[in-house]
């Protein structure tokens, strides 16, 4: 087998295996228990996620564990909930009619009528954990350019003094495209000295999701300049089903599961022990190979790039260096990747999610392909699991089905 989707999903790695184990039956103590082993795992349980803060310039008190990016997600935009808050600092709440006008989401929790104000920008190109929750916000969407950039003309123009949130991915998870987070912090800093010297009380919070950036990009909050941000497991070679929420000092939540209190108030629900302690391990290991790994990507990207014929290169810059994105113009993707899959070489279409759905990529959409391109593209992204001997022979493998393809429909 040669797997090229690790943007997809990422296998566990045997350290990472090896340092969950003992909190699945020796120390499965819950945390919250008062005799003295429970009382060693939550300080194992704040070590880790101290380990998954500093990998982000943050601190453990900065950190909500969830359940994945998509809950993270989720959690970041009830920053907009200002009628019920809680920090991560600081557990208060605080009742606010006032709050509640402006945002129609924080009323439609109490089913009282709302004014619609768009309070969110989004990416148009954003996973679709962002996009669906950013939408029933009432959400605008900002444009990309064709190299799926964030076009910063069309976010100026779109904040408003009503705008409360933007949340910017850090790396595409179709094109792996990095957006320049440092960049939009820099313009919503602008925005912000405005509304002050005008009186204008109005928060603007700046959201990423990080999933796909974890392991290929040195991350730090502060020079990102960001208010949240999501950070995921999974695609890391950490268990699936765990992720963080950096949260500002700045940034006040709205919990989405109420009960024990876990999370300081934000996430209630016994904490996933191995889960943390997996992506803490996960985390430190993607620390330790950042550079090589990089620099071992952006080789295959070339030689892969090198030896594939008769296609078209869709993310040609500023993308992660294991992200090549090409497209096969005249063919069926989808049937590429079944021929594939026979030869034993796994490749994408898009997002697994939206392909699941057999729906067109809104990503590839939003760069402007024609539905040529978009019908003929495929997602490879490199990962732990590979050699360069693979990728030389999945370029071959690629060839062939793609020519025969060709010679299949008549193309010459
Ligand atoms: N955000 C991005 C950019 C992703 O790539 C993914 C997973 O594919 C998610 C969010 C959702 O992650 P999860 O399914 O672990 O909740």
Not at 395 to 411: D, H, P, T
């Amino acid at each position: 087998m040669i797997y090229l989707d690790h943007a997809a999903a990422t296998p566990v790695s045997d350290k990472v295996l090896e340092a969950m184990k003992p909190y699945f039956d020796v120390e499965f103590f819950n945390p919250s228990a008062a005799y003295l082993p429970a009382k060693k795992v939550a300080t194992d349980y704040e070590a880790a996620k101290g380990v998954i803060a500093h990998a982000v310039g943050a601190k453990a008190s900065d950190l909500v564990i969830t359940a994945g990016a998509t809950e993270a997600n989720n959690l970041a935009f009830t920053a907009l909930d200002t009628e019920f808050i809680f920090h991560s600092g600081s557990r208060r709440s605080r009742p606010s009619p006032r709050g509640e006008r402006a945002n129609p989401r924080a009323a439609a929790l109490r089913n009282t009528p709302s004014q619609n104000i768009n309070s969110v920008l989004y990416l148009e190109t954003e996973h679709e954990s962002v996009r669906a929750v950013a939408k029933s916000y009432g959400g605008i969407a900002i444009k990309v350019l064709p190299n799926g950039m964030i076009d910063l003309e069309d976010l100026k123009a779109k904040i408003t003094d009503e705008t409360q949130m933007i949340s910017v991915s850090l790396a595409n998870n179709e094109l792996g495209t990095i957006q320049p987070l440092a960049e939009i912090a820099r313009i919503i800093r602008e925005v912000k000295i405005d509304r002050m010297k005008r009186g204008i009380k109005t928060q603007l919070l700046l959201h990423s999701d990080a999933s796909q950036a974890l392991n290929l990009l040195d991350i730090n909050v502060a020079r990102l300049g960001v208010d949240l941000l999501t950070l995921n497991a999974a695609k890391v070679y950490g268990p699936k089903g765990v992720g963080a929420l950096y949260v500002s000092h700045d940034a006040r939540l709205r919990p989405l599961t109420l009960g024990g209190g876990q999370e300081k108030g934000l996430r209630s629900g016994t904490e996933n022990m191995p889960g943390v302690i997996g992506f803490a391990k996960a985390i430190e290991l993607a620390k330790e190979h950042l550079n090589g790994n990089r620099k071992k990507y952006a080789s295959w990207r070339k030689i892969l790039l090198s030896e594939l014929k008769n296609y078209e290169l869709i993310n040609k810059k500023h993308c992660l260096d294991n992200f090549v994105v090409v497209s096969f113009p005249g063919l069926d993707a989808e049937r590429l990747i079944f021929l594939l899959e026979e030869k034993g070489v796994y490749v994408a279409t898009g997002a697994a999610c939206a392909a699941s759905k057999g729906e067109k990529s809104h990503v590839l959409r939003a760069i402007g392909l024609s539905d040529e391109l978009i019908n003929g593209s495929l997602r490879v992204t490199f990962g732990e699991t590979n050699d360069e001997g693979q990728i030389i022979k999945a370029a071959q493998i690629i060839n062939e089905i793609v020519k025969n393809e060709r010679l299949r429909i008549g193309m010459n």
